[in-house]
């Protein structure tokens, strides 16, 4: 992805100036209709992920497998595809990729046929040491097939000496850091398990007789099927045919779930970790103007992502909501790149002023987050040219300072406005009359705190305070790029 | 485009319980970059024709062409693709056919060499005599490449004895009855027309020296365009190298404005007719709110049309707005044809209740309209299920009663809910505690208006009067279904 | 297509320094499985023409159609395409396009409904009046959507008076000159048609209860059909579910079969005018061998059109025929522009001597034609470097000094090697040792003449005399570039 | 590649009844135009395997890859792919695959990151031992990402205690059986190593500076490039910048070298062996008609493998040669299934008789082999119909009747016609008046041997006599259907 420039003119969805969450996971172990009900599932968590798809069944004797770039619908909406998928049990992916160079072979889940029989891996998250893994997995025999962290935990299952699929499963668990939350499939298990910490989210559902493995509750309704429970961090839930099972194979430490999925990557309709996003979002608006009160005529999101937190604002004020900014919906490829003739014009694919709400009033703006300030800046100015006389943006976050291990792709410090600038300057150059965030604390009341717990951290907040819960071992060791100059190779 | 059924899951925004607008138009005369200016400019447009898209353009000496099935930003954002569409002026539409065999010989532009050259059309409306003019002009020897009205024309000019393009088109235009905007691009020459009545739009603008007819003026925002104003009915508007000149070749009747233009079809940033759509939008569900008061806990948008009225309802009734229906994004394709086994677990693609908000709660729904009911029958239901104690649903315009013959593909009489039933049964019908419709009246006040003149209505209203400004000619005759059977024939 | 060049490595068929025939048809009328046989047909005439394929059926009620860039089997051979073109009627086309604009709106079979029901034409050949017709259509109003000669016709039937479709077609026949075969399906007939010169081939053939009209015998072969005759020239046959009729509207001229036809353009197992193809080859290398005998070691053919021949020549002069060339016969796209580094090597993608057997050896090349030269260059100097001792080039054909205009794609005179130099220079520029062709007389004498008749010749051989059967209409005021000119224009 | 059958009707070359080749490679080592050579080598090598292709190059610092489904010249031949494939050493395979199921990971080369850098391999030939080995690997931890035999290599290459490369590859080498012609490209080296026994071809060239392995010498001819020499049995190849450097690892047995290559797999252009393919071809033909003479009036080739026998059986005899069986040339894809009404039709796409040659003649026809007897019966049909008095069938080879497992795709025993009747029966399946094989001294004579050497056979004859020279580990323990089996579980 490169990053939004006057290079050219986006209507790309991940050209936004946003964080994008790396995967959405869906497996489903006893229905009749299992393909046909992951692609759905997958549709509903089409916003974690839109650059490719697959999903691996069983049939009992054989495994299926499709995978594609590009959405969901475009490529498992077929008969023939989900004819194909046959079986009782399914494993799908949805997959952002970090780098520019997703190619077919990375698309997941991957597959191996392994001694004691074929394994689907489907994973949420990012390892912190899979460099340094595959490094040393290389060295002793191991062919890699692509480039992905998902790879390394295969290899590691290939070769422990375990028996049971589900001890292997936990053996390579015991040797791999990081945030995860990772479904396996087998000729007879649909497997789940997520990191001690509990970054990444995954829920268990039921629908019928069959049991559902998957990142957000909303994949759960989309085909009506019921939330049961969020799986615990550290867990390893196993099931087959005789139900569920739950193993703790390590001890816990405490909970650090990643504070983002509330405050953008999740879906306003799901619940995680026991809190109504859309709920959180509102809070977090009140909050928002509780803290940073300014008078104004109008309360306008940013759309999409700044509504819930724009109508918390604008009740807590009792400054009128009005939808100030129109988004044009058919988000696409990226346009043509425009002559400067073009360029100079200040096209706007994506948002469009509606200026005759505008023109004359003073605004307030209300945005999740802000990561590079290149649309801020944008929007600003275009509410401006629509005739707002002042502008004041309020983010329904604390300043996005560093970067994310753990399964976000986050550009580089140098790259975030707020690791280079103070606020002050954040306003003036997104050309704001006034900017300003919740606070942390503010944050963690929003989500039914108190504050933030300095000692021990309610949650992983990282981006926030650089404060990371989890070991950067391939970071601390330099390793970090090893796979990324591999996947430059060929 | 079939009607939503049982017999397959649909997320494709065609598969909507509504009204469609068949066509967007832009044309641009005398700027260097005039093809990608159309393919930005459509690419606003998009909500008026999502099925195909073509752009013709002309370099001083020859015409160039691309159309394509799909969306703009899927066929036209490649530099490959607009590099050949040289020339300082072009000519783009987008399509919403009618019909399930939309091909790519029916996609607009048209062109045509005749004997004074190149000409090529674009045209939003429909024609009332087209089957009429169409059987004649075969038995005189004309030989038609498509099953489009817009040919008629093509052919009507061709035949004429003028010698001057703009008179022939407009001996064209002495022929036709019908609803039309239609912009028309020769080696010299960009000319745009709108029938007498004004029924569909037509704007003006201008940007740096360029002169742009287009459908909306959210197509002139996009790149940062100038509205200069609309066209009028009747109008015959003539941009050269020399400038701008405007003919009135026939005496013009009152106008009648669509209606349903502010309450569906234009995008709430456009003016259109000199009124601001997303006011009078929240106007309507003002008025709404006063005609019909309910007692309730939350006013709940069915997204995304009905939600400016939403915001009206609950400014006026001081019932808080809330998000209480998340709606998927990542529409596209139709979905597999389910089996029975998912078909009955009332799978949620576009919508989704947010159960967390909505339990426990009554809520209403602001919707912009009902046409056959099904989607307003699913959303009911949808609602309780996630908890709602009582559903009462509101309507933003008054009961669609009868088909447009105008330029919107309308359901016949036979299924449009409001044909069929009185107030009470479509209640029962949706499953709602409560259903009101604006009333005419108030529709027009929302407009500005004192109230609807009967004897002669301020805008076409046919939709929910029966009252036709235009003749149907082919109707009247039984003439309306050759073109249809035709189509049909190869 | 471009003239093969250094600049270009190519294996594509027509890279050669052939001459090409432009079309291939083949219509059925009275047969279950019509559409099929129809795509078996065109198979076997794949020869003809290879750029795009077409057919046309009727099922009693309506036409059916499918038209593709490419070749029959890569277009016509699944049960879907198949299936799709119902009826016991079908009409199809192989089209070789002269320009290198091919476009699918250019592929035939063109089709039509005018005022007495559908038409669809398929033609083999070339209109000399068409831009002169073509202009005059235009300014009564006809509107063109090709700019294929063939449109010309459907637009005189258009515009014809009579009432009955064979007059109508017999109108537009009057009004034509140039060399033509001519297939038409209506919703009730087959008609064919031949130019009263029968300058180009078509033949009737039966297949239980259905009537077959093909461009030659094989396409019979390949379905198991019986040959009947050739249609006459002049010719217009009628093939109805009463049976056959036929029609000489005309006084008919004396025939003049393309001698090509012989020569080059028909397969050799098809039997044309009552000749066997094959026997004729022969014998005009054994005329050669006659008229231009050489010492020498081996008889080599040109692969594959020269085998015939070479066979032929080999038994008259006792010399051994061998394989000393060998074709790549997986031909296909033009390959990468090479650079120089590689171009110099003398990259050989169709050819390969057989330097084994050539080694150390006198040799006779036997070749049907030679046109631009640059093939005969490369093979005579491939064959040098493989250790010739001697090139002696015999060519089955008399210089070619003219363009055709009926129906053959043909380089400009400037471009004709025989057109520019004498036999001396000829030789020299090829490089071999020895170059003859056969003679004039010696040619008429291998098809069995007593020798061309001067005053009446018995076939058409404008290619090699400049003799013109047909007035040259366009050519000779200017207009034969019109349609090529449009064919630019957009 | 289902058999051929009555269920369809099919022009593609697979569908012969032949055996096929599997295989052709091509690395070259040295040269700035290394890709767009080894493109133009495998095009020459298109007869080995037409069902995928792929190249890898290295630049000196990285590996780059395409790799595609159907012809080289389909996928290589723009500049786009060519450019895509920088360095000056390039690896290339032409796949033809035994099972049905050829998806784009079993194309090769094959490459892995070991971890002494990458490693790419193309494989000509088959392992005996493969599933042996591929599930012991397993066992031990190897994920494959293939079912092919030539990621077994891989494996023992990557798990290898050696240090160098080459080291490794002779590691492997001592590891499986069977035959094989493998080439390797590391980032420093290209690497040929033939079986001790060379059963598979593989040459050595020179183009300038650079050195190639390929399999034949017309892949040498068509760039230009020298032949050097045949690369021995049993011999390891190191192509490097230091120049060339040759190890022989192992003790050599008597060199078996396959038979069939000059009968029917390698180009008649080719020099295999130290031997002309064409050459011998002819001595089978001549030594075949002193074997089995027949009186009659013609000479006829199947085309085209046929031939040159043909040519050699009409010099020994006196008879004249001629073109009686004329070969459509536009093979493509399978046609449509037909309907009971056309298949009864004897349907002749790939062939038809040249009826006016052989009406009323007593033929003699020569083919190559005959594997399952489908196409001779056809053949003999077709020529009965066309008016033949007599068919006479002589085959340049000894009946087939065993199995290959050398890289050669045989049908099952019970399929070879040869393996089930006796000569008579054989005569009557196929309907000729005579049958006769070619004996099997004959045919080691027309090789240049006095006869076959019982005791130690100068060639692999296994197809003719089942005396395999290889031990058939898999086939011997059971485990030779493994691998498929793996093939068909995802």
């Given at each position: 992805?490169?990053?939004?420039?006057?290079?050219?003119?986006?209507?790309?969805?991940?050209?936004?100036?946003?964080?994008?969450?790396?995967?959405?996971?869906?497996?489903?172990?006893?229905?009749?209709?299992?393909?046909?009900?992951?692609?759905?599932?997958?549709?509903?968590?089409?916003?974690?992920?839109?650059?490719?798809?697959?999903?691996?069944?069983?049939?009992g004797k054989h495994f299926h497998s499709h995978k594609a770039m590009g959405k969901v619908g475009d490529n498992f909406s077929t008969e023939e595809v989900i004819k194909s998928?046959?079986?009782?049990?399914?494993?799908?992916?949805?997959?952002?990729?970090?780098?520019?160079?997703t190619v077919l072979r990375n698309v997941q889940p991957i597959f191996?046929?392994?001694?004691?029989?074929?394994?689907?891996?489907?994973?949420?998250?990012?390892?912190?040491?899979?460099?340094?893994?595959?490094?040393?997995l290389v060295q002793e025999g191991s062919i890699f097939q692509s480039t992905m962290d998902t790879e390394v935990i295969i290899h590691l299952v290939a070769n422990s000496k375990k028996t049971r699929i589900v001890d292997c499963l936990i053996d390579a668990m015991?040797?791999?850091?990081?945030?995860?939350?990772?479904?396996?499939?087998?000729?007879?298990?649909?497997?789940?398990?997520?990191?001690?910490?509990?970054?990444?989210?995954?829920?268990?559902?039921?629908?019928?007789?069959?049991?559902?493995?998957?990142?957000?509750?909303?994949?759960?309704?989309?085909?009506?099927?019921?939330?049961?429970?969020?799986?615990?961090?550290?867990?390893?839930?196993?099931?087959?045919?005789?139900?569920?099972?739950?193993?703790?194979?390590?001890?816990?430490?405490?909970?650090?779930?990643c504070v983002f999925e509330h405050i953008y990557f999740s879906r306003p309709d799901s619940v995680v970790e026991g809190r109504s996003v859309y709920d959180v979002r509102k809070a977090i608006g009140s909050q928002l103007a509780l803290e940073n009160p300014v008078e104004a005529d109008l309360v306008i999101p940013v759309p999409?992502?700044?509504?819930?937190?724009?109508?918390?604002?604008?009740?807590?004020?009792?400054?009128?909501?009005?939808?100030?900014?129109?988004r044009n919906h058919y988000v696409g490829r990226t346009f043509i790149e425009p002559t400067d003739q073009i360029r100079h014009l200040g096209v706007k694919l994506k948002h469009n002023a509606n200026r005759a709400l505008i023109n004359g009033k003073r605004v307030i703006l209300v945005?999740?987050?802000?990561?590079?300030?290149?649309?801020?800046?944008?929007?600003?100015?275009?509410?401006?040219?629509?005739?707002?006389?002042?502008?004041?943006?309020?983010?329904?976050?604390?300043?996005?300072?560093?970067?994310?291990?753990?399964?976000?792709?986050?550009?580089?410090?140098?790259?975030l406005l707020a690791a280079q600038y103070e606020l002050k300057e954040m306003c003036a150059f997104i050309g704001a009359d006034s900017l300003n965030f919740i606070s942390l604390d503010g944050l963690y009341k929003a989500m039914g705190e108190e504050g933030r717990n300095a000692k021990q951290p309610q949650y992983c907040d990282a981006c926030f305070t650089g404060d990371y819960p989890i070991e950067l071992v391939d970071n601390d060791t330099g390793m970090d790029k090893e796979l990324t100059l591999l996947a430059e190779r060929y």
């Open positions: 992805m490169t990053e939004p420039s006057a290079a050219h003119l986006s209507c790309h969805p991940f050209d936004d100036d946003k964080l994008h969450e790396e995967c959405g996971v869906f497996g489903i172990y006893g229905h009749s209709e299992a393909a046909a009900l992951a692609a759905l599932g997958l549709h509903a968590l089409q916003h974690r992920g839109q650059e490719a798809a697959g999903i691996v069944s069983h049939d998928l046959k079986g009782s049990a399914a494993l799908g992916h949805n997959r952002y990729a970090t780098t520019g160079g191996a046929d392994l001694a004691n029989g074929g394994l689907a891996v489907a994973h949420n998250g990012n390892l912190t040491n899979a460099s340094t893994l595959h490094r040393r015991s040797k791999i850091t990081g945030a995860y939350s990772l479904v396996s499939l087998t000729s007879k298990k649909l497997i789940g398990m997520r990191d001690p910490f509990g970054v990444r989210p995954l829920v268990l559902g039921k629908l019928e007789n069959a049991y559902i493995l998957t990142s957000e509750s909303c994949a759960l309704d989309i085909i009506g099927a019921e939330f049961i429970r969020d799986v615990s961090p550290g867990e390893v839930v196993v099931v087959d045919d005789s139900g569920i099972s739950s193993h703790f194979p390590f001890s816990a430490p405490p909970k650090r779930f999409d992502s700044g509504t819930p937190a724009a109508i918390g604002y604008a009740e807590q004020s009792g400054i009128p909501f009005d939808l100030g900014i129109i945005d999740d987050s802000i990561v590079r300030g290149t649309t801020s800046t944008k929007i600003v100015q275009m509410v401006r040219e629509a005739g707002a006389t002042e502008v004041h943006m309020r983010i329904a976050s604390p300043p996005t300072t560093h970067s994310c291990f753990y399964g976000v792709d986050t550009p580089s410090r140098a790259k």
